[in-house]
């Protein structure tokens, strides 16, 4: 990262310490001698890639409803709105805000990164963690229901609605799992190798919904079986859910500054917001009962 220019006299040394102390994320030397966090993550001050800029990365194309029409920039989409919602918490407005095209495997690579955070539905895992910083998590993965359009059951509105349906899993998932204890249908669900064997069994009608996480679903409907719908998605209620990050260079100085915005706007119901407006009701996925 470039450190900030600073032009003083020498006679100001002890100045320009102080001023220096105040536009980085500064640390204090635990009990061990290891950093122990940030004191200060001055708004507009840190130290990105471009001074007064905050660059963040995603990839292309930008997928619906992360993003809408491929364009990161518009603030539309839940991933779009995050970025600029974390922007805002860290003292940046929406005209200092630059994007950059990152493929999904570049953001997680080990090396320097083109990027001041990044964020592509990347989960949050130990491995990743061995090449890239993470901030703490902005989205937990939530599990969803899809169905044909022409299903009686592309309707549900609750789990007991879904009783009777002949339902479908990929195994030893999550999915699964949410199938036996929340929705406990009536009949034995199918179980499938693959997802991809759920959804052949969707599309050809041998079951007449399937579960799988809400990405996974989005993307079924987007792109692959136009023809099915979200039915909605369970509230996530185990606390060990499967997180989304913002992803930094390892040992970013920005990384503690970014995990303490996200924490705010979790706090103050922000991301249940953006969550709720682009994930729950722009694409009519409404948390089933």
């Known amino acids: ?45 840190l130290d990105t ?15 619906a409803p992360w993003f809408q029409d491929d364009d990161p920039a518009n603030g539309k989409g839940f991933e779009s709105a995050v970025a600029y ?21 570049n953001s997680v690579a080990p090396g320097a990164k083109n990027f001041d955070f990044d964020l592509n539905q ?30 009686p059951y592309a309707g549900a509105r609750s789990a007991g609605e879904l009783k009777g349906a002949r339902l479908g899993a990929q195994v030893g998932t999550t999915s699964l799992d949410t199938v036996d204890e929340i929705i406990k249908p009536e009949r034995r669900p199918a179980v499938f190798q693959k997802n991809d064997l759920a959804k052949s069994a969707l599309r050809n009608g041998q079951v007449d919904a399937i579960v799988v996480d809400l990405p ?19 509230a996530d209620s185990s606390g060990a859910a499967e997180q989304f990050g913002l992803a930094l260079d390892k040992g970013s100085a920005l990384t503690p500054c970014v995990t303490r915005a996200v924490d705010t706007l979790r706090a103050d119901g922000t991301l249940a917001a953006l969550e709720k407006r682009w994930l729950a009701d722009a694409v009519d996925a409404p948390v089933l009962t």
């Open 216 to 234: 996974t679903a989005f993307y079924i409907t987007s792109a692959e079986i136009p023809e099915a719908k979200v039915v909605g998605q369970f």
């Open 122 to 151: 990347i989960s949050i895992s130990d491995e990743r963690k061995r090449a890239v910083d993470f901030s703490s998590g902005y989205y937990a993965v939530r599990q969803a229901v899809v169905a044909l359009k022409s299903s």
């Open 85 to 105: 919602a974390v922007a805002k918490a860290l003292g940046y407005g929406r005209d200092d805000v630059v994007w950059q095209t990152v493929p999904f495997n």
């Open 1 to 45: 990262m470039r450190p900030t220019a600073r032009g003083l006299l020498p006679a100001l040394l002890a100045l320009t310490v102080a001023a220096a102390t105040g536009c980085a994320p500064q640390e204090e030397p635990s009990a061990g001698g290891t950093p122990a966090g940030p004191t200060a993550c001055v708004a507009g001050g």
């Open 49 to 63: 890639r471009t001074e007064g800029k905050l660059t963040v990365g995603t990839d292309k194309p930008a997928y």
